[in-house]
Each structure stands twice: as structure tokens, then as C-alpha cells.
């Protein structure tokens, strides 16, 4: 599985846009990125994934670099609900363990 | 609406007693894990589990083991407690393949005091 690193921290202020990044330098060609957020002492809730395209849903849009080694997570207008631990993680299709690092807590402020 | 629930939100155990921590999940999923959650350390693995009666260690196995003997449940247990085995334990179900995100349960804070 790719190791991923975040920044530990962010702010952001209510009602702008929030941009996570994430860097997966050794993904491999077959693995998926993830996308995960974990609110205060509930488990982690899936957010968005993608493989090489930017994708959007509901919640967030996912954008893959061309070289796959990097990708950014994007809330579009921040509320104050939306502060949380982020988790970027990547898995392969033939794999099923899900690996996640320390996460970036994101605060959003009003 | 999709669900993963765990026996106990909190739950205190005295150091040497056997803990059982119980995942039920109703998406009739192949896979299940079980997680532990450290501040700092993120999410680490313990043990999961492919099919019934199936089970692979994880990263951090030791201390932990598990059993699977319904699709729809899968349990920790901490043989012997011991006070650094104190922290919130995550479960989790998916189908294989991407298609099939992780769904998490809400959690148990465990103490062994």
C-alpha cells in the first residue's frame, strides 16, 4: 500500500473553499485514493475516491494530479460543521486492508 | 440505511480480565476489521477478517485475537487486558474491490485500569 503524508493541521475560514492536499509519491497504478473525515468520537466517514480522474460528489471534489503522486480534497464552502480529522488513503483493487496515517485535523473558523 | 454498530460506546475492565468487543454489520460485506485509534498514531490494524472463519493479522496483532463465525460478525478480544491496550477500538465492514468503501462503526473507548 502507498504511504501518504498530510500536513498535521489547517485552518479555514467559514464559507470558503478548504483544500487538503495529500501526497501518495509511491502509489502504484491499480490503487484507488480515499478520502475519509472522523468528527470528534465517531468512526470515520467516507467522503470521496478516485483513481485518476477528478471526481465530485456531495460532499467534496477530489482532484488527482497527472502523475497520480499527489491529490487535493476540496470542500467547497466550508462550514463550521466540517471541522474534523481528514484521512487521505490509497488501496489497490486486489486489497482490502485499509491503511491510514495521522490524518489533518481542519478547523474551520467563523 | 447501511449500518455497522459495535456492543458498547464505553466500557472499563480491570487489567487481566478477557474483553469482548462485539461488530455487527447488516451489508451482508465479505470483509470486517478491527482498528485501534491513538492520539497521534491515527488508525492502526489490528486484525481482519476476508470471509467466515477467516482472519489475517493486521500491524499491530499482538495482545488481540478474533473470531468470525456469522458474515455479519466479527470480535475482538483482549485476552488479558492490560493498561496500554486502553484506547478507542474501530470496526469496520467492505465488499472487496474499490466499489465497496469501508464503512466504520461509531466506536468503543475501551479503559483497562
Known amino acids: 500500500d502507498a504511504k501518504t503524508t498530510q500536513p498535521p493541521s489547517m485552518d479555514c475560514a467559514e464559507g470558503r473553499a478548504a483544500n487538503l492536499p495529500c501526497n501518495h509519491s509511491t502509489i502504484s497504478g491499480n490503487e484507488y485514493v480515499y478520502w475519509y473525515r472522523q468528527i470528534h468520537s465517531q468512526g470515520p466517514q467516507y467522503i470521496i475516491h478516485?483513481?485518476?480522474n477528478n471526481e465530485t460528489n456531495e460532499m467534496a471534489s477530489l482532484i488527482i494530479t497527472e502523475d497520480r503522486k499527489s491529490s487535493t480534497l476540496i470542500l467547497p464552502h466550508a462550514t463550521l460543521r466540517d471541522t474534523a480529522v481528514y484521512y487521505c488513503?490509497?488501496?489497490?483493487?486486489?486489497?482490502?486492508?485499509?491503511?491510514f496515517g495521522p490524518g489533518t485535523s481542519l478547523s474551520v473558523i467563523p | 440505511d447501511v449500518k455497522v454498530t459495535q456492543s458498547s460506546r464505553y466500557l472499563v475492565k480491570r487489567t487481566g480480565e478477557k474483553v469482548f468487543l462485539e461488530c455487527v454489520q447488516d451489508m451482508d460485506h465479505e470483509n470486517m476489521f478491527w482498528y485501534r485509534q491513538d492520539p497521534g498514531l491515527g488508525l492502526r490494524l489490528i486484525y481482519f477478517s476476508y470471509d467466515v472463519k477467516m482472519k489475517e493479522k493486521g500491524d499491530i496483532p499482538e495482545g488481540y485475537s478474533v473470531s468470525r463465525e456469522k458474515k455479519e460478525r466479527f470480535s475482538l478480544i483482549l485476552e488479558s487486558a492490560s493498561t496500554n491496550q486502553t484506547s478507542m477500538y474501530l470496526c469496520?465492514?467492505?465488499?472487496?474491490?474499490?466499489?465497496?468503501?469501508?464503512?466504520f462503526g461509531p466506536g468503543t473507548r475501551l479503559t483497562v485500569t
Open positions: 469496520a465492514s467492505s465488499t472487496p474491490g474499490t466499489s465497496g468503501s469501508p464503512y
Open positions: 488513503t490509497t488501496w489497490k483493487t486486489s486489497y482490502d486492508k485499509v491503511i
Open positions: 478516485g483513481l485518476k
